[in-house]
């Protein structure tokens, strides 16, 4: 009874759709040849390098983050070339999966599931590379099962130390628009993203962002007409775009999204997911005092401020979650990639998301825990108020 009203979806993705997003999506199919739909594409594109940071290539493809994945390597794998994936969680490997599909060689240096990429281990590989084999050193920026947030610069530096060339390569589907990310100061050299997480659109299209230094590697590869990226980043037609029908109201939707994330400000929109970060991290701190609950990253540093993943014991992650979609209409994200998996939950607070939004969450988990008879720390709502109240003032 008490889920009746309108439900939340807390989970990491897709994330909550802003009513400017909807309703930029609300309208009839518009004219694909010539017009209006032409001039706001072409906008698009300046906008979305402004959020990755970047002066340069920006590719769209009609696709989920998986595609994104194989549309950046479609461009630059040759059979047998050697790509070194830096995993911390499960889409790490799913990258590399996508790699090993396409011809690549695969090499996986698993960091496990709750620590971050060990820069001394990458060091010591890429130093037994002389030859530089290495054609790619892929990570993920923030894993959204583990919620792990690798130090992207620290791993650029540690290339740039050992000389060498391959490319840096990072996944920011969980993380633009929310962790604060600089593809050019940062010196990356390909990153990949979705619209369904901090670009707030609905599941369907993919980017793919590259350098010069990426582009190059383009000339190896033997590449379909559909992910080719030239024509994509230089369009002589405008369906060379998308390779075919553009994908219209998702694309309208996109607009919206990136009016809104320009009108409040990259650095503002980076500021207040960190400061939602830090309230949910403190409830989670007091709940942990008493019972199992535990955040599964311990350094406060090396979390995302996009996604909370959480251990509670099996079978208390699905009870939990049960709960609070159920009985208050709040859904919570499963535990992905982890085992066994209904110890977990996560917690996804990502793009279109407030004050009250994220203390309603924690409001219904604090209220779940007390139901099912949970052991935990009183006084979570508290800490997390506190936490909202100092940025208030500041």
């Known amino acids: 009874m008490l889920a009746n009203g309108r439900p939340y979806l807390a989970i990491p993705g897709p994330s909550v759709m802003p009513d400017a997003v909807l309703n930029a999506m609300h309208r009839a199919a518009p004219n694909i040849y010539t017009g209006q739909l032409h001039e706001m594409t072409h906008g698009l594109i300046p906008s979305l390098r402004a959020v990755a940071r970047t002066a340069h290539h920006a590719a769209i493809y009609i696709g989920n983050g998986h595609a994104a994945w194989e549309a950046a390597l479609a461009n630059l794998v040759v059979k047998g070339d050697l790509f070194l994936v830096l995993a911390t969680g499960r889409f790490a490997i799913g990258w590399a999966e996508t790699a090993h599909g396409l011809g690549a060689e695969v090499e996986i240096i698993d960091f496990g599931q709750q620590s971050d990429i060990d820069m001394t281990r990458v060091a010591e590989r890429l130093a037994a590379d002389p030859e530089g084999r290495i054609k790619g050193v892929m990570c993920v920026h923030v894993d959204t099962s583990t919620s792990v947030r690798n130090d992207v610069p620290a791993l ?3 290339l740039d130390a050992a000389g060498h060339p391959a490319l840096l390569m990072v996944d920011c589907i969980a ?12 010196g990356v050299d390909l990153m990949v993203t979705a619209s369904q997480k901090g670009l707030m659109t609905p599941p369907g299209l993919g980017f793919v962002f590259f350098n010069a230094k990426a582009d190059a590697l383009r ?25 075919g029908t553009a994908p219209t109201h998702h694309l309208y939707g996109l607009r919206a999204a990136l009016d809104m994330i320009e009108a409040e400000g990259i650095a503002q929109v980076w500021a207040r997911h960190a400061v939602l970060a830090r309230a949910i991290w403190a409830a989670f701190d007091v709940w942990g005092t008493e019972g199992p609950l535990a955040l599964n990253i311990a350094d406060p540093a090396k979390r995302s401020h996009a996604v909370t993943s959480a251990a509670i014991g099996s079978p208390y992650g699905d009870s939990l979650r049960t709960w609070c979609e159920e009985t208050a209409g709040v859904t919570l994200g499963i535990g992905l990639g982890r085992a066994p998996a209904d110890g977990f939950f996560r917690i996804g607070h990502m793009g279109h998301v407030n004050a009250h939004m994220v203390l309603g969450v924690l409001g219904v988990i604090d209220a779940g825990l007390k139901a099912l008879k949970l052991p935990h720390g009183r006084g979570a709502l508290d800490a997390a108020a506190q936490v909202v109240a100092d940025a208030g003032q500041a």
């Open 156 to 158: 650029r530096a540690t």
């Open 175 to 186: 993380s633009l628009a929310c962790d604060v990310f600089e593809m050019d100061a940062w």
């Open 219 to 243: 000339d190896r590869a033997v590449v379909s007409t559909y992910w080719d990226w030239r024509p994509r980043i230089a369009p002589e037609m405008y369906h060379q775009y998308f390779n």
